[in-house]
């Protein structure tokens, strides 16, 4: 079944009536462009890829990772790569045996990436997810944002999200995890979209 030409439309009617802030934000962004992503297990990848460094040298490094292991990731060709293999792309050691461990994971069925539907809840996929080491709660948390479009996750945690709150507050430091979730309390059920628009606001002018 097809999704209809604005999935997010009635979560953008809900964030417009009760932010002006966020109104504004969505005025000059556009339409929320979040939608699912097929190769699940590459969305894990890059969030362990991406962990505390730029946009520019994941990227990069992605780059390398898909020439060497191929596109979509297959779980037994990164495992029959090992280590040393991995880190000639750029990763660092951990990174690599976090790749490894994730791949080894959905080959043993541990971790079913590609079988979470609708019975599982967020906090299931988020206990799943972070079975596996090197897999923590801000990658659990891209990866119901991302790859799942689950509507109401809020990453507290994530810096773009406080830095975000604290402008949007006028705030003199940034947010507690605490403080986030009681400044995004109205837009509950939607606070993905939220999120994505917080993100999106640090980028305007």
Partial sequence: MSRPADPWSKALRHLRKVDPHLKDVIRRVGPCRLAPREDRLGALVGSIVSQQISTKAAASISGRLHELAG?????????????DALRTCGLSRPKARYVLNLAGAVVDGSLPVDRIDDGWDDDAIIASLTAVKGIGVWTAHMFLIFALNRPDVFP?????????????????ELPTPAECHALGEAWRPYRSVASWYLWRSLELK
């Fill in 156 to 172: 507290v945690g994530d810096l773009g999200v406080r830095s975000a709150l604290r402008n949007k507050h006028g705030l003199a």
């Fill in 71 to 83: 596109r979509p990731y297959d779980p037994t060709r990164l495992i029959a790569l090992g280590e």
